[in-house]
């Protein structure tokens, strides 16, 4: 079994920083692209950030400037530094990863695997 595991979020004020946290662990064969969504009430999940296992980025151009992301694949963990935070950022930020693991049966599969959330609320 595949868990992503986020960690990070909080109550910050405006202009303020966070830096989330998202750990895989199972037993993984292999992870491709890792990423960030995020989804505000009554709006649909959009992506903040994805990073490939090779380091290049794409960014929401809402966060561009501001947010980070970055991965140790030694750790099989993907962060999101968060600056200059905005009330618009607040959300329930979600870890998302590509990620080849062994199944029940002895066989590795790709699959698509989402973390629980975390909340991250920029209020003063």
């Known amino acids: 079994q595949v868990q992503l595991v986020e960690s990070g979020g909080g109550l910050v004020q405006p202009g303020g920083s966070l830096r989330l946290s998202c750990a895989a662990s199972?037993?993984?064969?292999?992870?491709?692209?890792m990423g960030w969504y995020r989804q505000a009430p009554g709006k649909q999940r959009d992506l903040v950030a994805t990073?490939?296992?090779?380091?290049?980025?794409n960014y929401a151009d809402s966060v561009k400037g501001r947010f980070t992301i970055s991965r140790d694949n030694a750790k099989n963990t993907v962060y999101l530094q968060m600056n200059s935070l905005k009330p618009e950022d607040t959300a329930v930020y979600y870890c998302?990863?590509?990620?080849?693991?062994?199944?029940?049966?002895?066989?590795?599969?790709?699959?698509?695997?989402w973390g629980q959330g975390t909340q991250v609320t920029v209020s003063s």
């Open positions: 990073i490939a296992s090779g380091g290049s980025t």
């Open positions: 998302n990863a590509d990620i080849k693991a062994m199944d029940n049966s002895g066989s590795y599969y790709w699959n698509d695997y």
């Open positions: 199972g037993s993984i064969f292999s992870i491709n692209a």
